[in-house]
């Protein structure tokens, strides 16, 4: 069906006075109002449409009827549909149907048709428009809230008027979304150079404290791919979840890269080989110095020189056509460097630093995997978690600054919406059009505008 909207507008313009500002302004006032007018217009012509065609079948075959008066059958227990398709009009229903949409509220007068075969009675136009018995707002809504949550709080949300709906309403829309349907697609290890994983706090419900788990893959590209994300989940689970998403269940090449992190050390062990981030390694050290009492002014030199054992630069470039020797500098550095560690180590036990001692210990055997991999496959993998690091700034903002009181859903759905849509555009923009049905079936443009 085609069909044509015809709008009159007046204006007042006061000549030789009126700035730009100000037309633009008044525009921005009446285009919720217009756009709420054509749309009731536009949903009325088709109710009129819908309602001829279904009471007319002698004049409009049953091709001119597809998709069109399905309804539940009358008196029917286990609510089949009724075969029939014919009706007969019966009024309108005394209250209009009220739904919330993007441009604010708008009422429809509902029309009531009897079925003919079955004596049931219902709606066309709800029944054409997949409308719900019980729905009263369009996804469009549903999709401005999200992404509104996504760049403010609950409450920031409600105060500044700018989507006018409840707290609770938008808990709902948050708490329901089936967003985690994206993080849980099969992913291939073969497009990714690296895995990272990490927590943060959250704060939830009465003040308890509560723990943010999400876990990315770093593409070849060096881009962020979000795998997942988990409130309140002990890694054993996140990593069999994680697992269960990827297709090849052999070791690769690639590292799985962690701050080091309790419950960390082993993470796709059978998939990925654990490097911990070399900028949390003198960090760390600084740490577990401390706690043998050391202070950070005699501490400094020995962390300065951790930062200079692992700060081993790979060189650019095709890993083929580098000379002999550029390799074997590399290797050199790196061997070097691993005795040096392991030499500090030794320092460090006799002097009785116990816990600086066994945390360089540890970090020795995996700071190193980015080199060993280079020097085995030629690939070059990340070798810090900035990239991790740069996506729980993203989620702390939103979690931790300006939120409160989040349920472990709500935070693992708000927390999922923001790594896709800053991440996974693409995905993200998919999911609203599959959600939102968009399919071509409706076209508008503007034909032409003109001042009388």
Known sequence: ????????????????????????????????????????????????????????????????RG??????????????????????????????????????EVKIPIRVAECVKCGGRYSPLLSALKIGRYARREVNFEHEVIESVIDTNYRRLIDGRSIDISLGGIHNIVVGSDIDTLLQEPVSVEGFSAFM?????????????????????ITKSGRLEPLGCFTNTPWTEVEQTI?????EKEQ????????????????????????????????????????????KKESQPETDTIKQLI??????????????????????RYEKSKAEIKELVQTFYNKGYRHGASYLEKLSDRI???????????????????????????????????????????????????????YSREKWEQYWRNKLGIKGYFNIHIESVEIS
């Not at 227990?77 to 229903?93: A, L, M, T, V």
């Open 1 to 64: 069906m085609k069909g044509r909207v015809i709008i009159t507008l007046d204006f007042d313009l006061a000549i030789g006075k009126v700035n730009l500002n100000e037309i633009v302004y008044q525009l921005k006032e009446i285009r919720n109002p217009l756009m709420l007018t054509i749309l009731r217009k536009i949903l009325e012509t088709y109710d009129d449409l819908i309602s001829e065609r279904l009471s007319q079948t002698k004049i409009y075959p049953s091709k001119y």
């Open 67 to 104: 998709g069109l008066g399905r309804h539940i059958r009358k008196g029917d227990p286990k609510e089949h549909f009724c075969r029939g398709r014919k009706i007969r009009k019966r009024g309108y229903r005394m209250e209009p149907r009220q739904f919330s949409t993007v441009f604010g």
């Open 197 to 217: 994983a990490d927590g943060t706090g959250v704060k939830q419900y009465k003040g308890r404290k509560g723990e943010l788990r999400a876990v990315i893959g």
């Open 243 to 247: 697992k269960e998403r990827i297709k």
């Open 252 to 295: 690769y090449n690639i590292p799985f890269v962690y701050d080091g992190e309790p419950g960390l050390d082993d993470f796709l062990a059978n998939i990925a080989e654990s490097q911990r981030c070399t900028w949390h390694g003198p960090r760390g050290l600084y740490h577990a110095l401390w706690e043998d009492g050391i202070k």
């Open 311 to 332: 700060g081993i630069e790979l060189p650019e470039g095709d890993y083929e056509i580098l000379k002999e020797e550029d390799r074997e500098q590399v290797k050199t």
């Open 368 to 422: 190193f995997t980015n080199v060993e991999l280079w020097l085995k496959t030629g690939v070059i993998a990340p070798k810090t978690t900035s990239l991790l690091e740069r996506l729980f700034r993203e989620l702390g903002r939103r979690l931790k600054k300006i939120a409160w009181g989040w349920s472990d859903m709500g935070a693992t759905n708000i927390s999922k919406m923001i790594m896709i849509r800053q």
